[in-house]
């Protein structure tokens, strides 16, 4: 029995394919059904769940028209069933898969675009973002993790659609873990600690307080702007500081720290 074709966007074909009735999976009344996408690979659905049953004297194939595009439920498909899952490059992909996910509780692709949402190309460059969706959609997990990566940079953050969403709560605990996480980068400096390192240099009589003066003044403010940012470890950050120590010797074992 050949599949049917689909015509359109957002329709879902449920066809009863009698080849596949030793498979014996139930789609409500129905035993065996395949879910075939405009264009794309035809699903073998294992369990999905409509507000209202498929009627067994109904004639197949069943069209079922969902709000969803082709591309979203094929996304969620592909997560759900063993085949090679999609690889999402655009953020608004993510959370448009992960919405429809939701609204039909296919768990399986809800970890998945969890796991997604967490990757490096889009927690790393877009971690306010991230945050917000995540609160939207109540992910823990996901919130706390892009909340750590939006401490990298400074909350200078782009009026991105998404905070729409987010509740002024939300907004304001992201805003004040910022401030707090920045005045402890900043107090990490004058870590009483810090002296045992800075000792007399044996040539000039100085200490490396000299270099380390400026250096704290440069790099207090960077750490209130981006709290983790690792720009201040950087040894090209660290070099500029050498060329303001006059003693050859500091000069080498500042270097050293570099």
């Known amino acids: 029995m050949q599949l049917p074709e689909l015509s359109g966007k957002s329709i879902l074909s449920v066809a009863h394919f009698e080849l596949l009735g030793a498979l014996r999976v139930p789609f409500f009344e129905v035993q065996s059904t395949v879910i075939n996408l405009d264009g794309g690979i035809p699903f073998f659905a294992e369990r999905l769940v409509f507000r209202k049953s498929t009627p067994t004297t109904q004639s197949f194939p069943v069209e079922i028209e969902l709000e969803e595009s082709d591309v979203v439920l094929e996304t969620i498909l592909r997560f759900t069933y063993p085949l090679p899952e999609p690889v999402l490059l655009d953020l ?24 997604t949402f967490l990757a490096p190309r889009f927690v790393d460059s877009e971690p306010v973002r991230v945050y917000a969706i995540a609160k939207r959609f109540d992910m823990e997990e996901v919130a706390e993790i892009a909340a750590k990566q939006a401490m990298k940079f400074p909350p200078i953050w782009p009026d991105c659609e998404e905070f729409k969403d987010m509740s002024a709560q939300d907004y304001h605990a992201l805003i004040s873990m910022h401030r707090a996480r920045g005045r402890a980068a900043s107090a990490c400096l004058d870590d009483p600690q810090l002296k045992e390192i800075l000792r007399e240099c044996s040539s000039c009589a100085n200490s490396r307080r000299f270099w380390w003066k400026r250096y704290v003044e440069k790099a207090r403010p960077m750490l209130m702007e981006a709290p983790t940012s690792d720009i201040i470890c950087r040894a090209g950050f660290v070099a500029e500081m050498v060329d303001a120590v006059p003693c050859r010797y500091c000069c080498e074992m500042t270097n050293t720290l570099a």
């Open 92 to 115: 608004d992909d993510v959370c448009d898969a992960y919405q429809a996910a939701t609204k039909y509780q296919l768990l399986k692709a809800m970890q998945a675009l969890r796991r």
